[in-house]
């Protein structure tokens, strides 16, 4: 290290600081292969497990990715602006336009897993949706999201079976507008959302599905939908793989 850095900071941290800086400065574009282990040896004068820390704090952060045999990259992956007002008006999914269209503009979004079944209601589900009923019963959708060939997020939506048994909501393919626009036709259309964002690391099978790279952190969005008279008649988990998010909210003063 040049004897100008003085830090406190661990000398692996600090090389994985100047990395990140040459990434934000373009000196290192997307996809393209950062030094390695033996280059930054060399070019720092530390040990192997000092380098391979500096690379390892850049792949927790979701900046790079390693590649077997290859070495590190930077992610080639345009973060998703998701647009937490626009995305839910109702002249959004009232048009037979799918929510999930905000986000990935004029990208290829697949939703490449979908099941649907009827469950019993978990405890807090049920107090959410007020079903109240210890045997009460919820349609679940769960979907997984893929932007660009990249998993992004995962999503159970639970409604009250009563409500949705035997309706689109329980087909896999709900049509145009989604289960919003079915609600609507239903006499049961959302007119007001709450959304509560929260952060934590991913389990196992979350990591798996998102194909995360280790230390990357999900981002947890849990929505609830409520019809005219403030009747929840949704809720909607979501993991989110929050290095490919930036959450966006616009709104007057």
Not at 77 to 83: A, D, E, G, K, Q
Not at 185 to 193: D, M, Q, S, T, Y
Not at 228 to 234: I, L, P, Q, S, Y
């Amino acid at each position: 290290m040049s004897g100008g850095d003085t830090g406190r900071q661990p000398k692996y941290q600090r090389i994985a600081a100047r990395l990140r800086a040459a990434i934000e400065a373009g000196e290192y574009g997307p996809g393209e292969r950062l030094p390695g282990e033996n280059d930054l040896m060399a070019e720092h004068g530390v040990a192997r497990m000092t380098a391979r820390q500096a690379l390892g704090v850049l792949q927790a952060e979701g900046i790079v990715e390693a590649r077997k045999g290859a070495g590190v990259f930077v992610r080639d992956f345009r973060p998703i602006r998701r647009r937490g007002l626009e995305r839910l008006a109702h002249a959004q999914w009232g048009e037979g336009r799918s929510i999930w269209a905000t986000d990935a503009g004029d990208r290829e979004l697949v939703v490449d897993s979908v099941e649907v079944g009827e469950e019993d209601a978990p405890a807090a589900i049920a107090g959410v949706l007020g079903l109240g009923d210890e045997e009460a019963r919820v349609c679940v959708r769960r979907r997984r999201y893929v932007l660009d060939g990249k998993p992004v997020l995962l999503a159970a939506s639970f409604l009250a079976a009563d409500l949705v048994s035997g309706t689109a909501v329980a087909r896999p393919d709900t049509g145009p507008g989604g289960i919003y626009a079915r609600l609507e036709e239903l006499g049961r259309k959302p007119v007001h959302f709450r959304e509560e964002v929260r952060s934590r690391m991913p389990s196992g099978d979350e990591a798996e599905r998102l194909a995360l790279p280790t230390g990357v952190p999900v981002m947890l969005i849990a929505r609830t939908a409520f019809d005219a008279a403030g009747v929840a008649v949704e809720v909607n988990n979501m993991v989110l793989d929050s290095s490919a998010y930036v959450l966006e909210f616009d709104f007057d003063a």
